[in-house]
């Protein structure tokens, strides 16, 4: 029983090294192209972004991994435990961009406060970063979101990736394209053959995530095009 007490414990703090190793070296990557404070702050707001995830994981009682890094790639958190239906995805997906909204919010209000253009270029990151992740294509977080409404959403979805594939071509955003192919065939299938039960869910709830996903998508439009457009006139 010692040895395995031993073992898990070893196994739990190898996981959490591999987080905080992860995130240094993120860090670490950024620095060399943005600079170290620049760095700091950008893998700030990818770790709040992911313990939104995290959070709200939790409270729904889901087993659920620290956040690991990849530099110029992102964070992700491991769902040990899947969800149980569409809804509690939707919850666990929404919670990211929320969080890391308001966060970016905070830097760009310490950006005013101190007349900081790296800060102002930071929240602006922040706002595209969260913005991006709303597309409603599975497996980014809008997909997630928008899939209790309907899963074919998701084919709107796809023309976006297109589209800012074209504005900023990066093999990441292939990747997420090829990704999206499984759930993209999924709700081709579910045309013909009717919706699964993993996705029905009452009007209420539809309407409810349909008008938080429509809501938290605009403001952040809205306020990373201010703030773009502060970038621009102080070139």
Same mark, same amino acid.
């Given at each position: +029983? ?33 600079? %170290? ?23 729904? *009682?889901?087993?659920?991994? +620290? ?6 790639? *992102?964070? %992700? ?16 997906? +929404? ?47 809008? *997909? ?9 959403? &998701? ?10 594939? !074209? %504005? ?16 993209? &065939? +999924? ?33 952040? !439009? ?14």
């Amino acid at each position: +029983m010692k040895a395995l007490f031993l073992l898990f414990n070893a196994t739990k703090f190898g996981k959490f090294f591999i987080s905080i190793g992860s995130m240094f070296l993120s860090i670490g990557a950024y620095a060399l192209r943005y600079g %170290w404070t620049y760095a700091i702050g950008f893998v700030f707001l990818l770790l709040v972004h992911e313990l939104g995830h995290y959070v709200a994981a939790k409270r729904r *009682g889901m087993i659920v991994g +620290m956040p690991t890094f990849i530099p110029f790639v *992102g964070a %992700w958190i491991e769902l040990k435990s899947q969800p149980l239906d569409s809804e509690t995805e939707a919850h666990v997906a +929404m919670a990211g961009p929320v969080l890391g909204g308001a966060a970016a919010f905070l830097v760009y209000l310490l950006s005013v406060q101190f007349d900081s253009r790296m800060l102002l270029s930071l929240a602006y990151a922040g706002f595209v970063l969260n913005l991006f992740n709303l597309i409603p294509l599975t497996p980014l977080d809008g *997909g997630r979101i928008v899939s209790v409404v309907s899963p074919k959403i &998701w084919f709107i979805g796809l023309p976006l990736l297109i589209a800012v594939f !074209c %504005w900023k071509p990066s093999p990441l955003l292939i990747l997420i394209g090829v990704l999206s192919l499984p759930g993209l &065939w +999924m709700a081709f299938k579910q045309i013909g053959e009717g919706e699964s039960p993993y996705y029905r869910e009452s009007a209420k709830t539809r309407l409810n995530y349909g008008v938080q996903y429509l809501i938290l998508t605009g403001l952040l !439009c809205i306020v990373a095009f201010d703030i773009h457009e502060q970038l621009s006139s102080s070139n």
